[in-house]
Every structure is written in structure tokens, then in C-alpha cells.
């Protein structure tokens, strides 16, 4: 499932609200549910753990749509059939340490200055999350459909559904830029690096944000591209493209395509750990690493379910976390 095919559930409860969940249930071993591959003892001490093997399971009370890291906790963001959660979680024990209620349709999450900020898609809103107190101290209006989020330049920003790009000020926790671009997918994408924001325009390429003006300083042309995650590795910008299964390298120096690779069908999310890429293939939950150089694919794994899968890489470089929307559920694969 597709980030353009998940605003669907957003009007269809039922499939948000499965088992009426109302707390956290977690399970880290890997044998407390399906493994996804055949190995039963990965936590074994002494045991050498393969690339892509499962490491953990976090099971949540709703869709995850978005991870994140912060404070020395992972962060869930949970869609419900009424609102929405973010769960905070021990990434050692994979225990639940608390759950804060945001608005609807949680998507993206960051952590910087003190604190967790969180996109609700539904409400146009950012709420501000302190992790001393689990509670949100502020809610921001920002534009319509919210989605991903990133900090720069003294500044949390979250992509818009529409043609903008908003910035907020957290010294005063209110909308202080608005930068308009190309026109969005639903559920576009964000990334900070390379002192730039950049996000994606529908069929059009990428936008390249200076955080400093607020201005676009680039319009990088890419037809029929990009609607995909967005990555940063030795001075190129990654961007992968569903509709082609094609990752295309861009030069953040002189803003130019140097190539593309392929790296599988439907290449929803990307991450960059243990000096590989990984790529999760949207509708059929297969999760693949690949070499950084030349984008040759090392190996792959089938997760339990069916449904939306997204990668995000812990700031240990050692794991990848892959949020699987059907199953309910957060599972840890080894970096190797």
C-alpha cells in the first residue's frame, strides 16, 4: 500500500481498528511472532545475526504510519479509528514507556530542540511533544495534509498535501514561512541534508529548500519522478520512484542527475545502515539491501501480512525498523 493509498483508510475505521486494541502490547523476541526468516534463536548470545534478519517485533494498538528517534526512545506514530497515538518505546527492551495522543492521522515525527514534533495529516496541525512530561505543550496549524517533518536551520518543517512547504518557529511555536513549490502527492515527502530541505513534486522532480531564505534555490527536473523516500550519501541525494522501481542519484553540489539504478518494483522507502541500502517494495512487504556504489542487491526479506512497509535506520547504524501497516505491528531487522 502506497502513501497515496493510505489517506483510504482515514474513511474506513474498521481496517485502522482491528482486535479494538487500547493499550500497547510488545513482544522483542523473535520468536514471538512470525519470523521472517527462518531463523528461531536471533537473540542468542554469541550468535552471529545475518543481514535482514529479525531482530524484534513492537506490536501497537493501530496502523504505524511513521518512526522515529529521539531522547533515547523510538517513536510510533499510530493512526486509530478516532484520533491518534504516538507510542514511545525502550528500543533496547522494546517496552512501551508511555502514549501520548495527538490528532488525527499521525504521520510524520522528529525530534530537535527538546522535543518531538508530530504531523497529524487530518487536522493540519503539528503538535509538539515534551518527552520529560510524555504530554503536548503545543499544537500548530500549518496547511492541509501534513506529512513528513525534518529540522534545519532553526526550524521544524513539514510538507503540506498541497503546494507548500511550512516552517515553524519553535521559540514561539507558531507558522513563520510558508514556501510554495511543486504541487505534492498526498502524503509527500521531506528530508533535511546538505544544508537543504528537499522534497518531492508530483511528476515533476525535486524541490531544493535554503532553510535560511525560505526560498526555493533549486528546481530539479526529473519527469514522471519522484514519489519515494529521500536520502543523503557522499554529497548525492537519493531518491527512489515508485511508478519505474528506479533509485535516481542526484549531485547536491550541482543540483544534476548523475544516474539512476534500479533496485526492485515499487521502492517505497529507503535508509542507509550498515553501509548498505535498504529499500522497502510497497504493496508486497519486501524489504531489500543493496550495495551504496552501484545499487546491486545483496539480498531481500518477505515481512508477515500484506500492506504499506517503510524503512527507517536506528542512530546506532546497527538496526532498521520497518513499520507494517496490515500487521499492527513495528519490526527490527538486523543491519548486519
Same mark, same amino acid.
Given at each position: 500500500?502506497?502513501?497515496?493509498?493510505?489517506?483510504?483508510?482515514?474513511?474506513?475505521?474498521?481496517?485502522?481498528?482491528?482486535?479494538?486494541?487500547?493499550?500497547? /502490547?510488545?513482544?522483542?523476541?523473535?520468536?514471538?511472532?512470525?519470523?521472517?526468516?527462518?531463523?528461531?534463536?536471533?537473540?542468542?548470545?554469541?550468535?552471529?545475526?545475518?543481514?535482514?534478519?529479525?531482530?524484534?517485533?513492537? &506490536?501497537?494498538?493501530?496502523?504505524?504510519?511513521?518512526?522515529?528517534?529521539?531522547?533515547?526512545?523510538?517513536?510510533?506514530?499510530?493512526?486509530?479509528?478516532?484520533?491518534?497515538?504516538?507510542?514511545?518505546?525502550?528500543?533496547?527492551?522494546?517496552?512501551?514507556?508511555?502514549?501520548?495522543?495527538?490528532?488525527?492521522?499521525?504521520?510524520?515525527?522528529?525530534?530537535?530542540?527538546?522535543?518531538?514534533?508530530?504531523?497529524?495529516?487530518?487536522?493540519?496541525?503539528?503538535?509538539?511533544?515534551?518527552?520529560?512530561?510524555?504530554?503536548?505543550?503545543?499544537?500548530?496549524?500549518?496547511?492541509?495534509?501534513?506529512?513528513?517533518?525534518?529540522?534545519?536551520?532553526?526550524?521544524?518543517?513539514?510538507?503540506?498535501?498541497?503546494?507548500?512547504?511550512?516552517?515553524?518557529?519553535?521559540?514561539?511555536?507558531?507558522?513563520?514561512?510558508?514556501?510554495?513549490?511543486?504541487?505534492?502527492?498526498?502524503?509527500?515527502?521531506?528530508?533535511?541534508?546538505?544544508?537543504?530541505?528537499?522534497?518531492?513534486?508530483?511528476?515533476? +522532480?525535486?524541490?531544493?529548500?535554503?532553510?535560511?531564505?525560505?526560498?526555493?534555490?533549486?528546481?530539479?527536473?526529473?519527469?514522471?519522478?519522484?514519489?519515494?523516500?529521500?536520502?543523503?550519501?557522499?554529497?548525492?541525494?537519493?531518491?527512489?520512484?515508485?511508478?519505474?522501481?528506479?533509485?535516481?542519484?542526484?549531485?547536491?553540489?550541482?543540483?544534476?542527475?548523475?544516474?539512476?539504478?534500479?533496485?526492485?518494483?515499487?521502492?517505497? +522507502?529507503?535508509?542507509?545502515?550498515?553501509?548498505?541500502?535498504?529499500?522497502?517494495?510497497?504493496? /508486497?512487504?519486501?524489504?531489500?539491501?543493496?550495495?551504496?556504489? /552501484?545499487?546491486?542487491?545483496?539480498? /531481500?526479506?518477505?515481512?508477515?501480512?500484506?500492506?504499506?512497509?517503510?524503512?527507517?535506520?536506528?542512530?546506532?547504524?546497527?538496526?532498521? &525498523?520497518?513499520?507494517?501497516?496490515?500487521?499492527?505491528?513495528?519490526?527490527?531487522?538486523?543491519?548486519?
Amino acid at each position: 500500500m502506497s502513501w497515496r493509498r493510505i489517506g483510504q483508510l482515514a474513511v474506513i475505521p474498521a481496517l485502522l481498528s482491528m482486535a479494538a486494541c487500547t493499550a500497547t /502490547s510488545v513482544r522483542r523476541a523473535s520468536g514471538d511472532a512470525p519470523a521472517a526468516s527462518p531463523s528461531a534463536d536471533a537473540s542468542s548470545p554469541g550468535r552471529h545475526v545475518r543481514a535482514g534478519e529479525r531482530i524484534g517485533t513492537v &506490536w501497537v494498538p493501530g496502523a504505524p504510519l511513521s518512526v522515529g528517534f529521539g531522547f533515547g526512545s523510538l517513536w510510533v506514530t499510530v493512526a486509530q479509528d478516532v484520533g491518534g497515538l504516538v507510542a514511545r518505546i525502550d528500543p533496547a527492551t522494546g517496552r512501551t514507556i508511555a502514549t501520548v495522543q495527538v490528532g488525527a492521522f499521525p504521520v510524520g515525527i522528529v525530534a530537535g530542540f527538546g522535543s518531538m514534533w508530530q504531523a497529524a495529516h487530518e487536522d493540519g496541525t503539528v503538535a509538539r511533544i515534551d518527552p520529560a512530561t510524555n504530554s503536548v505543550t503545543a499544537t500548530i496549524p500549518v496547511g492541509p495534509g501534513p506529512a513528513e517533518i525534518a529540522v534545519a536551520g532553526g526550524l521544524v518543517w513539514v510538507a503540506n498535501q498541497d503546494a507548500t512547504v511550512a516552517a515553524v518557529d519553535p521559540a514561539t511555536n507558531r507558522r513563520v514561512k510558508l514556501v510554495h513549490v511543486g504541487a505534492g502527492t498526498q502524503f509527500r515527502r521531506l528530508f533535511a541534508g546538505a544544508g537543504s530541505i528537499w522534497t518531492d513534486n508530483t511528476n515533476g +522532480g525535486i524541490s531544493r529548500i535554503d532553510p535560511a531564505t525560505g526560498t526555493v534555490a533549486a528546481a530539479i527536473r526529473i519527469p514522471r519522478c519522484c514519489e519515494g523516500g529521500l536520502a543523503l550519501h557522499d554529497g548525492l541525494l537519493l531518491a527512489s520512484n515508485i511508478p519505474d522501481g528506479r533509485l535516481y542519484r542526484i549531485n547536491t553540489a550541482t543540483n544534476r542527475v548523475v544516474d539512476h539504478v534500479d533496485v526492485g518494483p515499487t521502492p517505497n +522507502g529507503i535508509a542507509l545502515a550498515g553501509g548498505k541500502l535498504w529499500v522497502s517494495h510497497d504493496k /508486497s512487504l519486501v524489504v531489500s539491501w543493496h550495495t551504496l556504489d /552501484s545499487g546491486r542487491r545483496l539480498g /531481500s526479506v518477505k515481512l508477515d501480512g500484506a500492506g504499506f512497509v517503510a524503512v527507517t535506520a536506528d542512530p546506532g547504524d546497527s538496526s532498521v &525498523w520497518v513499520q507494517m501497516l496490515d500487521a499492527e505491528a513495528v519490526a527490527e531487522l538486523a543491519a548486519g
